[in-house]
């Protein structure tokens, strides 16, 4: 099993930037794939990005791609998104996920079996 730790979230402007820390712990951050997903009020929950096992490979969600970039530390067990000009409808809880039966991508929400509690990102016009 794993425990996922979200910190980071926040009050922001539109175009400001944040950072975004998921701190794991049991089992290690290396070996299994990794995902940022958010939820909107009123909305359900959507991916916004995923990193393989070492970082070598990333996914984005179109509606964050080239604004946002995911990165893990395997050494400090931690995982990161940059959030950068962020918009309006940036606004969510971001959530941080783990997938343990894969060292690959997973890119769909429902693959995910292991969550944190959330950070919440607040973005004003």
């Known amino acids: 099993q794993v425990q996922l730790v979200e910190s980071g979230g926040g009050l922001a402007q539109a175009g400001d930037s944040l950072r975004l820390s998921c701190a794991t712990s049991g089992r290690t951050s290396g070996g299994y794939a990794m995902a940022w997903i958010r939820q909107a009020p009123g909305k359900e929950r959507e991916f916004v990005a995923a990193i393989n096992w070492n970082g070598g490979r990333t996914y984005y969600a179109d509606s964050v791609k080239g604004r946002f970039t995911i990165s893990r530390d395997n050494a400090k067990n931690t995982v990161y998104l940059q959030m950068n000009s962020l918009k309006p409808e940036d606004t969510a809880v971001y959530y941080c996920?783990?997938?343990?039966?894969?060292?690959?991508?997973?890119?769909?929400?429902?693959?995910?079996?292991?969550w944190g509690r959330g950070t919440q990102v607040t973005v004003s016009s």
């Open positions: 996920a783990a997938d343990l039966t894969t060292m690959g991508l997973r890119i769909r929400v429902g693959d995910y079996g292991y």
